[in-house]
């Protein structure tokens, strides 16, 4: 079957760089395409064709409509397109309502992350677990900072275990807080990419936005907060357990990490782990799982997770098996 369908906006935008969401639009949905000016015709089985021609459609509409997308964005809505093809494009991308995100307009960019933001959406508490780069921190991020802007919560306290990631880094100089500055890290950086530095600074100052270890929540209570706990893989039962006995009324939790890069001691079992049975099921709590395909960073990253996945599940690979028969002889 063949269909033309004509784009609307720049052909570049849609086709990106080196044609690799072309490619990819042809790959995912198993058409062929032809451009002629600003039409592609489509090329391929009736049902392909018409999701092809479906998506296009509404990527064109869109585009008239005033909506500009990066070329993430677009990656992003073919891999949506492919996964899920009764889909609608502008029910993701346009939100139900709106939305405050501080300098950024955030979009899903995968079917579980679209889940993931109605989930906290319409939960108290979340779990997002899932490989790096899926969004599960940042997206909780700027669900909080929506959530405060709009006067949702009174404040935002975003936590972490202080748990080194393999390296021993030894005696850190400077006060407390410079000590564990350093692993919170990636939490500043979401905040300063979705505030002003201003606003940030001035919310820092004054306990509207907190960033701290996981053990300074004991003791607490948190009332009308957005909390988030980060790196969860990397706590033990009883802190898992603390954090999840502080939520107070009218606030929300978010609970992010990634059970296959656990950096606990060996003897010590992930809280996370324990999390997901002894309260999975429990009504009010939602549990997201994302995977290699919700990764948003560069397109390797995909496929390396995708690897290490296949790795640890089969079997030794031929130079690690003749590697060991040589230390047997």
């Known amino acids: 079957m063949r269909r033309t369908v004509e784009i609307a906006g720049g052909i570049e935008q849609l086709f990106g760089t080196l044609d690799e ?14 451009l002629k000016e600003n039409r592609l015709e489509l090329e391929g089985e009736a049902s392909q064709v018409d ?5 296009l459609g509404e990527y064109s509409s869109l585009v008239r409509g005033g909506r500009v997308f990066n070329n993430g964005e677009v990656q992003a809505m073919i891999r949506m397109a492919a996964e899920e093809p009764g889909i609608s494009l502008r029910h993701v991308m346009e939100a139900p309502r709106h939305r405050a995100f501080g300098k950024k307009s955030i979009t899903p960019k995968s079917p579980n992350q679209r889940r993931y933001m109605e989930c906290i959406e319409s939960h108290d508490m979340v779990f997002g677990i899932g490989p790096g780069g899926t969004g599960k921190t940042y997206l909780a991020v700027a669900m909080a900072v929506s959530a405060l802007l709009t006067k949702q919560v009174n404040r935002i306290i975003l936590a972490r275990p202080a748990v080194e990631a393999g390296e021993k880094l030894g005696f850190l100089p400077g006060t407390l807080q410079q000590k564990v500055d350093p692993y919170m890290r990636p939490l500043y ?13 001035r919310y820092l100052e004054k306990g509207i936005v907190e960033v ?12 009308d907060s957005f909390v988030i706990l980060d790196e969860a893989q990397n706590t033990t039962s009883e802190q898992m357990k603390m954090f999840l006995t502080r939520l107070g009324f009218n606030s929300k939790a978010v609970i992010t990490g990634d059970i296959t890069q656990i950096d606990l001691p060996s003897a010590r079992k992930s809280g996370l782990i324990e999390a997901m049975d002894v309260v999975g099921s429990i009504s009010g709590i939602a549990f997201v799982h994302f995977n290699e395909r919700d990764v948003v960073r560069h397109n390797l990253v995909q496929q390396i997770i995708k690897a290490y996945d296949e790795f640890s599940a089969g079997p030794r690979p031929l130079h690690l098996e003749a590697a060991k028969d040589r230390e047997g002889r």
């Open 21 to 34: 969401n072309l490619k990819l639009l042809e790959s995912s949905l198993r058409v062929t395409t032809h």
């Open 51 to 55: 999701r092809a021609a479906r998506l």
């Open 189 to 201: 950086d979401a905040l300063y990419d979705l505030l002003d530095a201003d606003k940030l600074e």
């Open 212 to 223: 701290a270890p996981l053990a300074f929540m004991r003791g607490r209570t948190l009332n």
